[in-house]
């Protein structure tokens, strides 16, 4: 079965900070891998994606991701937060057999402090 | 272009009555998903068409839970004798596909749904 993992349930950075967010997946060959986020009273943007290619993806909004398969990890990355970053971030698997249907890892919620 | 929209944004209802929830994807979009956020939990598949195939519905917890979906319109997501533990945010979302390649899926701001 197919699993995402995101270990930290919430992360309190300051703003200008870096910032990484983990995710790991549970999945045997290449999945798809996405990241969202979800803004309070929003619905879910898509800040990036990778199906293949670059291990390094930029998304909207200055964030990074890279695909690390020997760790099984597609971590997001932002040189520098905004308070605009404060939000919740799903990552996210779907894979080619059931394409599609999205596999999303329980949330990091991101406070920014000014 | 107008997005993905669900109706309504908040539905509170009393245990054991039946609810219907409406998603209108965006125009043109083959492929129509629901999932279900309970709070502090990630999204959780329920269901998913595509075009004219039979729908995924591996996802859906109990039967219950049922949804339609006309050609490649609006959907709607059917629960019936509601339980507390329906009360969620039930997000519905679409996307384009053709020969294989996997699109972005676009996402509806959700109904909240509380079972009283």
């Known amino acids: 079965a197919q699993s995402v993992t995101q270990p930290d349930i919430h992360i309190t950075v300051s703003e200008g900070a870096s910032l990484e967010l983990r995710c790991n997946y549970s999945?045997?060959?290449?999945?798809?891998l996405f990241w969202y986020v979800q803004s309070p009273g929003q619905g879910l943007q898509l800040l990036l994606k990778?199906?293949?290619?670059?291990?390094l993806v930029q998304g909207i909004k200055g964030f990074e991701a890279e695909f690390k398969r020997s760790q099984s990890s597609f971590n997001l990355r932002k040189p520098s937060v905004h308070w605009s970053d404060a939000a919740e971030y799903f990552c996210?698997?779907?894979?080619?057999?059931?394409?599609?249907?999205?596999?999303f890892g329980r949330g990091t919620q991101l406070t920014v402090w000014p | 272009g107008a997005g993905v929209s669900q109706s309504p944004s908040n539905k509170v209802t009393e245990k054991g009555k039946d609810v219907e929830l409406r998603c209108d994807p965006i125009?043109?979009?083959?492929?129509l998903y629901w999932y279900r956020q309970r709070l502090g939990q990630g999204l959780e598949f329920l269901i998913y068409?595509?075009?004219?195939?039979?729908?995924?519905k591996s996802g859906l917890p109990s039967d219950r839970f049922s949804a339609e979906r006309t050609g490649e319109s609006v959907s709607t997501l059917t629960i019936q004798r509601t339980q507390q533990e329906d009360s969620a945010v039930y997000l519905c979302?679409?996307?384009?596909?053709?020969?294989?390649?996997?699109?972005?899926?676009?996402f509806g701001p959700g109904t909240r749904l509380t079972v009283t």
């Open positions: 979302a679409s996307s384009s596909r053709g020969g294989g390649t996997i699109y972005e899926q676009y």
């Open positions: 999945y045997g060959a290449t999945p798809y």
């Open positions: 990778y199906f293949s290619g670059d291990t």
């Open positions: 996210a698997v779907t894979r080619g057999s059931t394409l599609g249907r999205l596999y």
């Open positions: 125009s043109g979009h083959t492929a």
């Open positions: 068409f595509q075009g004219n195939s039979a729908p995924d």
